[in-house]
């Protein structure tokens, strides 16, 4: 089944404790991509990946990292989280990139809260 | 800049057709329209797009106005587990999605 999978999906932790929630894809695609979700501020881009060894900066990458090692995984790493980025992230991904349309499959969600 | 405006709430009876407004004044000739929904906070799921023709499949039709300046996504017969945020997009090939607040709708019985 094509699907994009996160874990942890919920995840309780405390401030300046590193953590990663990971992100994996089995539908070979090339684009991937972070989101947060807040309440009043709806979806918003973290970091985006268009394939192996290159990310970028979306609207609100400020306290996170990303890597893209392999074509498939796509972590997300929050090296001292602090409370403001207690959220609801997304992990998704799509083929093609771009220069083509294309629709983006999302994982099921992480609940962080950062205390 | 989500460049769509779209009804914060809607309601619609259950079995008939739920027709949400997307008004999407400033897009340019290469932008797409999207529709995603999202089921409480479950991830966002694709329901169709379209460039300037209405398109239509399993889940819903897309009824893009002649001037571009407007779209309507319609379920043609809602069912209670069409109860969702509904977010219109406007995307180029060569940029990312942007989501802005989206139209609740509610399906009652």
């Known amino acids: 089944e094509a699907q994009v999978t996160q874990n942890p999906r919920y995840l309780i932790t405390v401030t300046g404790k590193k953590l990663t929630v990971t992100c994996s894809q089995n539908m070979n695609h090339e684009y991937m991509s972070w989101y947060r979700q807040d309440p009043g501020l709806g979806l918003r881009q973290i970091y985006y990946?268009?394939?192996?060894?290159?990310?970028d900066k979306g609207d609100v990458p400020e306290g996170y990292k990303v890597s893209r090692k392999e074509k498939r995984n796509f972590p997300l790493i929050l090296e001292s989280p602090s409370p403001n980025q207690t959220s609801l992230y997304f992990c998704?991904?799509?083929?093609?990139?771009?220069?083509?349309?294309?629709?983006?499959?999302f994982g099921p969600g992480t609940r962080l809260t950062v205390t | 800049d989500a460049k769509t405006t779209q009804p914060p709430s809607m309601d619609c009876a259950e079995g008939r057709a739920a027709n949400l407004p997307c008004n999407h004044s400033?897009?340019?000739?290469?932008?797409?329209v999207y529709w995603y929904r999202q089921i409480h906070s479950q991830g966002p799921q694709y329901i169709i797009h379209g460039l300037k023709n209405n398109e239509t499949n399993e889940m819903a039709s897309l009824i893009i106005t002649e001037d571009r300046k407007s779209s309507t996504l319609i379920l043609p017969h809602a069912t209670l587990r069409d109860t969702a945020v509904y977010y219109c997009i406007v995307r180029d090939i060569d940029n990312d999605m942007r989501f802005g607040a989206g139209t609740r709708l509610t399906v009652k019985p």
């Open positions: 998704a991904s799509s083929s093609p990139a771009r220069g083509q349309t294309g629709e983006q499959y």
């Open positions: 400033t897009i340019s000739g290469n932008e797409y």
């Open positions: 990946s268009m394939n192996v060894e290159v990310t």
